[in-house]
C-alpha cells in the first residue's frame, strides 16, 4: 500500500491550542485543561470532559455545569 493521503497535517501545536480554559461562573475559578489541577488529582493535560462529574470547584464546592468556557 501506497499510502498517499498527505491531507492532514497535523502537528502538535494544533493540539496545544486546543486546550480551554474554563471558569466557575460562581466565584471565577479558572480551571486551565493544559494545567489540570495536581493538587485535585488531575493532571495536567485533562480534558474538561475527562474531569470527573462529581468533581467540585474547590473554592466554592459548585459542581461542572456552573463553569463556562472562556475565550482568550
Ligand atoms: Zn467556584
Known amino acids: 500500500m501506497n499510502g498517499s ?3 492532514s497535517t497535523g502537528r502538535a ?3 496545544a491550542s486546543a486546550f480551554r ?3 466557575c461562573a460562581l466565584c ?3 480551571y486551565d ?3 489540570g489541577l495536581p493538587d485535585e488529582g488531575i493532571a ?3 480534558r474538561w470532559a475527562d474531569v470527573p462529574d ?3 470547584c474547590p473554592d466554592c464546592g459548585a459542581g461542572k455545569a456552573e463553569f463556562d ?4
Open 44 to 46: 495536567p493535560g485533562t
Open 69 to 72: 468556557v472562556v475565550d482568550l
Open 54 to 56: 462529581d468533581w467540585a
Open 5 to 7: 493521503t498527505s491531507t
Open 33 to 35: 485543561e493544559s494545567e
Open 21 to 23: 480554559t474554563l471558569m
Open 28 to 30: 471565577g475559578f479558572v
Open 13 to 15: 501545536a494544533a493540539a
